[in-house]
């Protein structure tokens, strides 16, 4: 699976041979990701390479699956299913990118690539997103695609020994589908005044 969100960027599987790559990521951002992601503080290699053979797992059991975000051949970040309730036709998406990569657009336009899967692929009916209420930049990406925010969970996650509130963010298909023409006119129009 291979699917260009830019001129310079993809999304791809990973592979347990990412697993050095993606660690050195983690290592050169691993005071900002520690703020937000319970994992990230204590990250050893093997835990990368678990987590990148857990991808695959998780492909297996046809539970969603998570993609390298690659920006000019090096992976800079990411983004993936949190898992798959078939019965409730649902799912949540989880993403982290490096510094160097952020403001640019990138992360939205993978958030994108992936819900529009889930409903036009997958015909899921619903797609949330978690993210620490302080964490702004990683609130954005919902809020641009047009997520309501649902509502906040107390204390909803331990990090780095403190209690962090979650944002609840969610979208539907029909909210979803009706976003993409409002996309298509709203980039018929930048293009007319460009």
Request: glycine residues 8%; proline residues 2%.
């Amino acid at each position: 699976m291979r699917l260009s969100i830019s001129a310079t960027c993809r999304l791809r599987l990973l592979e347990e041979s990412d697993t050095a790559e993606l660690h050195a990521l983690i290592e050169a951002n691993r005071e900002q990701l520690a703020r937000w992601l319970p994992w990230a503080a204590e990250q050893t290699f093997e835990d990368t390479l678990d987590f990148v053979r857990r991808t695959r797992e998780q492909l297996d059991h046809n539970d969603g699956f998570q993609l390298a975000i690659v920006c000019a051949d090096k992976i800079a970040g990411v983004v993936g299913y949190r898992g798959v309730d078939w019965e409730q036709r649902s799912t949540g998406l989880g993403y982290w990118l490096g510094a160097k990569h952020q403001g640019r657009g990138t992360m939205t336009e993978a958030v994108r690539a992936l819900v529009d899967h889930a409903v036009s692929g997958w015909g899921l009916d619903r797609v949330e997103i978690r993210a620490a209420v302080e964490n702004r930049r990683s609130r954005a990406i919902p809020e641009r695609l047009e997520f309501r925010l649902e509502r906040t969970l107390p204390e909803a996650e331990a990090v780095d020994g403190r209690e962090l509130d979650s944002a609840v963010y969610a979208i539907s298909a029909a909210e979803w589908l009706g976003y993409l023409p409002r996309l298509a006119s709203s980039s018929a129009i930048a293009g007319e005044i460009n």
